[in-house]
């Protein structure tokens, strides 16, 4: 079946510096989607990616799909606490509609 | 509140008994899903509903679960002969084609067995 892995699983951050998350799929998808989880929350949507190659960026946050629509990424930078959560990458295959998850990357910020 | 709605938030429950929760969707939200997640773990997908048909359901539930949604706007989740392995957030989330296909998840329904 359809396997997401995502990498680091931990990230631990000096404020004020970048990181990036990866996120690799089995399969080629027809879009990825992140999320964000606080401690004790429930994922929160983030952005969309749908275009092999597509970039998106939120403020901060830089967003990328690959061109083989097989893996993508997140960008923080000048991290910040209010970054500290689970970041998840979640994968839809071509023909589907059940959203598959990564294991998620804790991302600790150290002030 | 528009959001996804679950309830109830906590259920601490014996082993071996019954256990339901509720969701109830975005309203005009088409398409729901169940997942679960363990501590430290990512969603893992349960169940998924286009309207009141429940259209794709995962090897995790085994027997014991079953979910519906009759009507096509709220969902329950069944849980039968609870085992410890059970304790877990159910989370549910809604989501249609007019919001992007944007998923929109729950608070979630923490369950567990003693």
């Known amino acids: 079946g359809q396997q997401v892995m995502q990498i680091p699983q931990y990230q631990h951050v000096q404020e004020g510096e970048d990181f990036t998350t990866y996120c690799n799929s089995s399969?080629?998808?027809?879009?990825i989607q992140w999320y964000k989880q606080r401690p004790g929350g429930h994922p929160v949507f983030l952005i969309q990616l749908v275009k092999s190659g597509e970039v998106k960026k939120q403020k901060r946050l830089t967003f990328q799909f690959g061109e083989a629509k097989k893996n993508s990424s997140l960008h923080i930078t000048a991290t910040q606490t209010t970054d500290v959560g689970t970041y998840f990458c979640?994968?839809?295959?071509?023909?589907?509609?059940?959203?598959?998850f990564g294991g998620g990357t804790r991302v600790l910020v150290k002030p | 509140d528009t959001g996804v709605s679950q309830n109830p938030r906590h259920k601490i429950t014996k082993r071996g008994q019954n256990v339901t929760f509720r969701c109830d969707p975005i309203s005009e939200h088409n398409r729901l899903y169940w997942y679960r997640q363990t501590l430290g773990q990512g969603p893992e997908f349960l169940t998924y509903f286009q309207n009141e048909a429940q259209l794709e359901k995962s090897r995790l539930l085994s027997d014991r679960f079953s979910a519906e949604r009759p009507k096509g706007s709220f969902s329950t989740l069944e849980i039968q002969r609870t085992e410890q392995g059970d304790s877990a957030m159910y989370l549910c989330?809604?989501?249609?084609?007019?919001?992007?296909?944007?998923?929109?998840f729950g608070e979630g329904s923490w369950l567990t067995v003693v």
């Open positions: 979640a994968g839809r295959k071509a023909a589907g509609n059940k959203l598959t």
């Open positions: 989330a809604s989501t249609s084609r007019s919001s992007g296909n944007t998923i929109y």
């Open positions: 399969t080629t998808l027809s879009n």
